[in-house]
């Protein structure tokens, strides 16, 4: 047990005692939690500054909302109905295709204009909301997976997280959903976590519940030192992303689209420590970099560079 | 870090140095001293009258060899209390206008010393003509003057007159040895000769009719058994004069030693309370032993200083005290799963969940309220789910399964009534509240994250909940809280510590040991 601790220190493991009262309550005031809890908000703020995100196609806000609902996707045949504050994944319905009334679900079942209205209906009243408030249902448009990612993982979207403090990306990685995580991309779920080198791009380790792996469990496809698809572009997302919510210490949830490449999905006031498994490194060297070269006024540029570099530098040990 | 320090040192200095100046400069007792065998006896009478006249009559104890008695208080519900003697025996009378249901109570310290008499070898020490015409008479209860008695005492080889001490002794063997002690049984003394068995009362009573019988002073003594973690039962033993008045017992067969656990409450076998016009009497005794020796007890009461003696918390009525004991030890709870939460990282359901329930619980044993509360939360559930279909808003659902979890404690009681299970009963101590947004909590979780990370979730929470349990069931914790309500300014410095506690949480050591293990190898 001190063996660990010691060298856990060593390596600069970020812990949550930490994380909360040096980070999150640090740097993210309270009053603009909203702006990343509701992801309604914080698509709207992405799409007044031209920051791709999945496009809305309509919001059900009342359950008076709900009748006109299913005639406001007419000419749409595939789209994600989710609820605007729903956590880790729950309340999402995912439509692939649909003929007249009936519409096909994600997983090949099929449901008609009734339950689609009804499972709305329930996201309304709070059914997948954090605490159980009443909520907003959205429906965007479906996002198609980036095939090289496809081909690696077989169920669910993949998508990348990256740490953004003060502006400066410290560390990101991928995500990806397995048969076991049921599709979602949660590590705690059994999904593959992949660290990724903010500097060249390229996967380094790979872990599924904190036990390191070099392959993906379904399809067997190689996930270590693979140069991960529109990374780069996904970064610079990521960051401007988090310039519009005023937080000082965000997770950016990032989906790379077949034809749109990177996409902003959602932000986190709270992201994880996993990340650090992941990466085979610990934070707070970075974050205390970040601390010490940070300088007013930065430029986008300025900041993705100085983030590259830190985490050039300060990489992974093994 | 050092900020947090000083902070967290400058909250607790108050309480501290109030504590410590109550401990050091006034004297006062920081840990029950749990004297030995003082008690606070109570007797409850409950009565319920037709007429208007009638009167109810208690037997009241007195110091004497054994035991002192102080502190005495009645309470008298409408009637007129009075004590009048009479010989030995101190009766505590209630008269007056009784109308339906009376509940009348007298209470006292008493403090068992145990009686050890040197019994004379010699008879020198001759009774007085009065203690002879008073103990050697035939009664009703002790047939002296019976054929049987006579008969039987013929047939035993006793020694002659000379020898009183062993006369006694003779007979406390064979009353002792020879009568079957049977729970529950006859007191009747000539029925317990002939039949060689009978109750506690009738073999004291025939030992005390033999002594009278072949010339011995003699008289029976009823009073209680007072034990630690026992209800006060009732006991009875013989008084035999031999130039003085010895002690001796047949059932629990000791001859010139009382022991220590033994509280004389009359002289004399008549029922230690008696009533005249009640349509029905019912009494108890009941018995606490005191934490606390009088002298302590009364400088916690009025500490000898000015600016403490008109705020002591032991001023304040009894049931306020008992209610503020509890509500002291709650921050004692708070700061124990403030550090379990933050420093080990244990995940519970709800913040303060676990602490509400060991609070809930200190009532009853913690098994059986475990056992109740998965009771209750599993009916709670499965409502829960079965609800999950009809897809109910969610406050109208939260009250249901509140309706629910209030018939389920109702149940319980009622259980507890058939069963005389008192620790069912206390189900209605349960916080329904929290019990409700534990049931909603743990659906959710199971739905959420599945049903393995919600059981380890209801796993700690229980776990925690055991933990905190203890601190409720602390007599010693309960005094020093209520003793020195100050300390909470101690926790809350304490919780200031915790608070800008940054470093790992033990729980991140072994979640993140393979990384540590991979940056060692």
């Known amino acids: 047990m001190l063996k660990t601790l010691k060298s856990l220190r060593a390596m600069g493991l970020l812990g949550i005692n930490r994380r909360n009262t040096s980070y999150t309550l640090k740097w993210n005031d309270r009053r603009f939690y909203p702006l990343v809890d509701d992801k309604l908000q914080t698509k709207r703020l992405c799409e007044q500054a031209g920051i791709p995100t999945a496009r809305l196609l309509t919001v059900a806000e009342r359950v008076g909302d709900l009748a006109t609902l299913f005639d406001e996707l007419e000419g749409h045949n595939d789209f994600v109905l989710k609820p605007a504050r729903g956590a880790m994944g729950n309340g999402i319905l995912v439509i692939k295709a649909r003929d007249g009334i009936m519409l096909q679900k994600a997983g090949g079942s099929w449901i008609d204009q009734e339950a689609f209205t009804f499972h709305a209906s329930g996201i309304i009243s709070g059914l997948y909301a954090l605490g159980g408030r009443p909520d907003v249902a959205l429906v965007e448009e479906r996002l198609i997976v980036h095939p090289e990612l496809a081909a690696i993982c077989r169920d669910g979207v993949p998508d990348y997280r990256v740490i953004v403090f003060r502006g400066i990306p410290v560390m990101a990685m991928v995500r990806l959903p397995t048969e076991v995580s049921a599709g979602r991309a949660n590590l705690h779920q059994g999904a593959v976590g992949i660290g990724v080198n903010l500097a060249t791009c390229r996967s380094s380790h790979a872990v599924i519940r904190s036990r390191p792996t070099t392959h993906h469990p379904d399809t067997g496809e190689a996930v270590v030192d693979r140069l991960i698809p529109g990374f780069a572009r996904a970064v610079d997302i990521a960051v401007q992303a988090t310039d519009l919510v005023h937080l000082g210490y965000v997770g950016a949830d990032i989906v790379v689209d077949a034809t749109r490449g990177p996409v902003v999905l959602e932000l986190n006031a709270r992201p994880g420590l996993a990340i650090q498994i992941a990466n085979r490194c610990g934070l707070l060297p970075r974050l205390n970099e970040v601390e010490r070269r940070w300088r007013p006024g930065m430029s986008l540029e300025d900041r993705l560079s100085l983030g590259r570099e830190i985490a050039g530098r300060l990489g992974a040990a093994a | ?521």
Not at chain 2, 504 to 519: C, G
């Open chain 2, 1 to 521: 870090m050092t900020r947090n320090f000083w902070i967290g040192a400058a909250v607790a200095m108050p309480g501290l140095l109030l504590f410590l100046w109550k401990v050091f400069g006034l004297g006062l007792p920081v840990a029950p001293s749990e004297p030995q065998d003082l008690w606070r006896v109570e007797l409850e009478i409950q009565t319920r009258s037709v007429a208007r006249g009638g009167s109810i009559s208690a037997a009241l104890p007195s110091s004497g060899p054994g035991q002192e008695i102080d502190d005495s208080l009645a309470m008298s519900d409408r009637l007129h209390f009075s004590v009048v003697r009479d010989g030995p025996r101190q009766i505590g009378i209630w008269k007056g206008s009784f109308s339906g249901v009376h509940h009348v109570s007298h209470a006292f310290r008493a403090q068992l010393i145990g009686d050890v008499v040197e019994v004379k070898d010699t008879d020198g020490l001759l009774p007085s003509e009065e203690i002879v015409r008073r103990y050697t008479e035939t009664t009703t209860t002790l047939p002296v003057n019976d054929p049987e008695i006579w008969t039987f005492l013929l047939g035993l080889e006793l020694r002659g007159p000379e020898d009183q001490l062993g006369r006694a002794r003779g007979l406390l063997t064979f009353v002792a040895d020879e009568i079957e002690l049977v729970p529950d049984g006859n007191s009747d003394a000539l029925i317990c000769l002939a039949t060689r068995e009978c109750g506690m009362l009738g073999k004291e009573r025939l030992l005390a009719t033999l002594l009278r019988a072949s010339g011995l002073p003699a008289r029976v003594v009823q009073g209680l058994s007072l034990q630690r973690g026992r209800e006060p039962e009732e006991a009875a033993w013989v008084d035999v004069w031999q130039g003085g008045w010895v002690p001796v017992s047949a059932s629990r067969g000791f001859f010139g030693r009382r022991p220590s656990d033994l509280l004389a409450i009359t002289v004399g076998d008549e029922p230690l309370v008696q009533s005249v016009g009640m349509a029905a009497t019912n009494f108890r005794y009941r018995a606490l032993p005191e934490d606390f020796r009088p002298d302590e007890l009364a400088a916690l009461m009025v500490p000898s200083s000015l600016i403490l003696a008109p705020i002591s918390l032991y001023r304040l009525p009894v049931a306020t005290q008992s209610v503020l004991r509890v509500l002291l030890v709650v921050p004692l709870g708070a700061l124990l799963l403030a550090l379990l939460r933050n420093v080990v990282g244990i995940s519970t359901f709800g913040t303060f969940l676990p602490v509400l329930l060991a609070l809930a619980l200190r009532e009853s044993d913690l098994a059986v309220g475990l056992v109740m509360l998965f009771g209750v939360v599993g009916l709670g559930l499965v409502a829960r789910v079965l609800m999950d279909r009809l897809h109910l808003l969610l406050v109208p659902r939260l009250c249901i399964v509140l309706c629910l979890v209030v018939l389920a404690i109702v149940t319980m009681a009622m259980f507890g009534r058939g069963f005389e299970q008192r620790d069912l009963m206390s189900g209605v101590f349960f916080p329904l509240v929290i019990i409700t947004m534990l049931i909603e909590r743990f659906s959710i979780s199971l739905a959420e994250e599945g049903l393995r990370n919600s059981m380890t979730r209801l796993a700690w929470s229980v776990g925690v909940t055991i933990m905190v349990y203890p601190l409720f069931q602390s007599a010693t914790l309960s005094h020093l809280m209520f003793g020195f309500p100050e300390l909470v300014f101690v926790v809350m410095g304490v919780l200031v510590w915790i608070g800008g506690y940054t470093g790992y949480r033990i729980s991140e050591l072994i979640r993140f040991r393979s990384l540590a293990a991979q940056a060692a190898g």
